[in-house]
T-cell receptor, first 114, second 112 residues
Framework: EAGVTQFPSHSVIEKGQTVTLRCDPI?????LYWYRRVMGKEIKFLLH????????ESGMPNNRFLAERTGGTYSTLKVQPAELEDSGVYFC????????????FGQGTRLTVV | AQTVTQSQPEMSVQEAETVTLSCTYDTSESDYYLFWYKQPPSRQMILVIRQEAYKQQNATENRFSVNFQKAAKSFSLKISDSQLGDAAMYFC?????????FGKGTHLIIQP
């Protein structure tokens, strides 16, 4: 069974450009989460999808970040325009249902804004 | 809001020795789940061990075990017989219905 996959694994863009990160959750997992880890700091929650609906987007830092999950399958996280402080590792995780089950993580996308 | 605190930014242990990573959390909930995740240099987050708060028995997975003290809101991870492959960032996490709250992580170094 394929795990959570994220693409690209690494992206370097200039300040002001746009970047789109993609996450393919494990098939059948309704819950999809985005997290971000800025260098040396804790992993921060960004948002949570249940199928195609945004259950909680309280962690999204500002309106330069837009997440979608069309059809309740894969998800994209777009940063437009990117700023220097957006650099970090963006993790996606999925789980079959909310609650106590573990979340399965992707390998992350390292975003570097220069 | 839940908070998770890992007070050890870095720990070092000799190969084959035992090391304990500490984690405390703050919550007003009575039913929840706690996890330890490992992130090796490959960057993939891997679940190490899970503890249900309603279970008094400490979880164990081979060389990994936890000391769960619910009243003290403490959830430490013990790694026995440390191996070179255990070197990684270790994150303690609290799980609620909305998702995971992570600690800042502990960088574990294994000395050969």
């Amino acid at each position: 069974e394929a795990g959570v996959t994220q693409f690209p694994s690494h992206s370097v863009i200039e300040k002001g450009q746009t970047v789109t990160l993609r996450c393919d959750p494990i098939s059948g997992h309704d819950n999809l989460y985005w997290y971000r880890r800025v260098m040396g700091k804790e992993i921060k929650f960004l948002l949570h999808f249940v199928k195609e609906s945004k259950q909680d987007e309280s962690g999204m830092p500002n309106n330069r970040f837009l997440a979608e999950r069309t059809g309740g399958t894969y998800s994209t996280l777009k940063v437009q325009p990117a700023e220097l402080e957006d650099s970090g590792v963006y993790f996606c995780a999925s789980s079959p249902w909310a609650g106590g089950t573990e979340a399965f993580f992707g390998q992350g996308t390292r975003l570097t804004v220069v | 809001a839940q908070t998770v605190t890992q007070s050890q930014p870095e720990m070092s242990v000799q190969e084959a020795e035992t090391v304990t990573l500490s984690c405390t959390y703050d919550t007003s909930e009575s039913d929840y789940y706690l996890f330890w995740y490992k992130q090796p240099p490959s960057r993939q987050m891997i679940l190490v061990i899970r503890q249900e708060a309603y279970k008094q028995q400490n979880a164990t997975e081979n060389r990994f075990s936890v000391n769960f003290q619910k009243a003290a809101k403490s959830f430490s991870l013990k790694i026995s017989d440390s191996q070179l492959g255990d070197a990684a960032m270790y994150f303690c996490a609290y799980r609620s219905a909305d998702g995971l709250t992570f600690g800042k992580g502990t960088h574990l170094i294994i000395q050969p």
